[in-house]
Structures are given as C-alpha cells and as structure tokens.
C-alpha cells in the first residue's frame, strides 16, 4: 500500500514542482521584460527633458518627442496637435509615418471628434485596440492609411489643454493599459517644453519690439537735440 501512495504522490509532486517552476521563470520572464519595458520609458522621458532644456526651438522639441516616443512604443506613426485659439481648436504641427493626405485632411482637430477629439474633450488618455469596431472612431483616415490601434495623450499646463499627441500602430491591440501612465508623462513633459518655447517665442518678439521702441526713441531725441 506504501509503494502504491507513492507512486501515485511522486508523480503528483513532481506535476506540482514543475507548474511551480513553470510559473516562477513565467513570472521572472514577465518581470524582466517590464523592467527592459520601464527602463525604455525612463530613457524616453530623459532624452526629451534634454531636448526640451538644451533648446527652447518648438520644432526640435516636438521632433525629438515624436522620435522618442515612437521608438519605445514600437508604433509607426505619431502626430502632435497643439491648440490654436480659445475655442479649443488644435492645428496640426508635426507628424511622422502618415501620408502628406492624411496629414493635410487632419491638419485641424475639433473637440470631440472622432477620439482624439474625444481625448480632447475628456483629458484623459484614451487607446482603442481596432479602430474599425471602436464606436467613437468615427473617422476612417487612420482605417485608410492601414493603422488598427490608436493612442491619443492630451497636453496639459496647469489644468489648461496645449495640444495632442496621438500615436497608431497597424496593429490590433498594439497599446496596453499600463502604458497609459508613460503616455501620461510624456503628454505632460511635452506639455511643459511645448508652453516654455511658446513663452520664449513671446519674450523674444517683446525685445525685438522694444528694442525697435528704443532705437526710435533715441533717434527721435537725437533729433531733437540737434534741432535746438
């Protein structure tokens, strides 16, 4: 009877002890691929904070979050609206990986259109794995162009919405939730150097304007000076 149990217990232990193994190096492979996962984001946010300090040029900042971000999700096509005017409209101003069509047809974005304007609208990261079953795309440009997953990340300033970044993959189910919060630090990086250049931008035309105000004040004394 002893030799029966243990026939049957070791062959029962040995089925545990290998689901057990299974499930460990499972487990270890999982978490030594969100680590690689994590450790791509943070190298994404750093390479855009340097961007984003060693220049305040809006085009430089916005290509290099394009680029960055775009490589450490595996995704082929990226676009960033920024707003325009008080109404809540955003305008088009970098993109890569879609048609100069499609580019052309999306170069404004009203609140609540499609999802990005549902981005919009709401502030929130919004993913739709198909595109094609997704009830709020309602826009068929990213079906045309052969994209299936989206990704839309508001930019935000103090509470105030800057712009959009939208990213696509020809994929179904290519953006996963835990990457919303690495969207959500990105949009919010972006956010900030995209509002620091706009603020240069303005400091910059200010001098030009007051140093053209000096330099005709000057003259306009000189002037009066000579003339008495």
């Known amino acids: ?8 217990v070791g062959p029962v232990l040995s089925w545990l002890s290998l689901s057990w193994a299974i499930r460990t190096a499972e487990a270890y492979f999982n978490s030594e691929a969100q680590l690689a996962d994590r450790n791509a ?9 340097l961007a ?14 394009l680029q960055q971000t775009m490589k450490t999700l595996g995704v082929t096509a990226g676009m960033l609206f920024l707003r325009e005017n008080n ?13 100069v069509d499609m580019a052309r047809k999306e170069s404004r974005l009203s609140p609540g259109h499609c999802l990005c304007g549902q981005a919009v609208k ?10 094609s079953e997704d009830r709020r795309c309602t826009s068929n440009l990213c079906i045309c162009e052969g994209f299936r997953s ?4 508001p930019l935000e300033v103090k509470g105030q919405l800057v712009g959009l970044l939208q990213l696509a993959s020809p994929d179904v ?15 919010r990086q972006l956010g900030v150097s995209v509002e620091n250049a706009r603020l240069y931008d303005e400091v910059r035309v200010f001098n030009v304007e007051l140093e053209k105000k000096i330099n005709q004040r000057t003259r306009e004394l000189e002037s009066a000076r000579w003339a008495l």
């Open 173 to 187: 189910g290519h953006f996963t939730e835990s990457q919303k919060d690495f969207l959500t630090a990105i949009a």
């Open 41 to 49: 984001e943070l190298a994404a946010l750093n390479a855009l904070g």
């Open 87 to 99: 109404d809540g409209g955003l305008r088009l101003e970098a993109y890569r990986g879609i048609s």
């Open 122 to 131: 709401t502030r929130q990261v919004l993913l739709a794995d198909d595109v």
């Open 52 to 65: 984003a300090s060693s220049s305040l040029d809006m085009d430089n900042t916005m290509a290099t979050a």
């Open 150 to 153: 989206v990704a839309c990340a």
């Open 1 to 8: 009877f002893g030799l029966l149990v243990l026939g049957l």
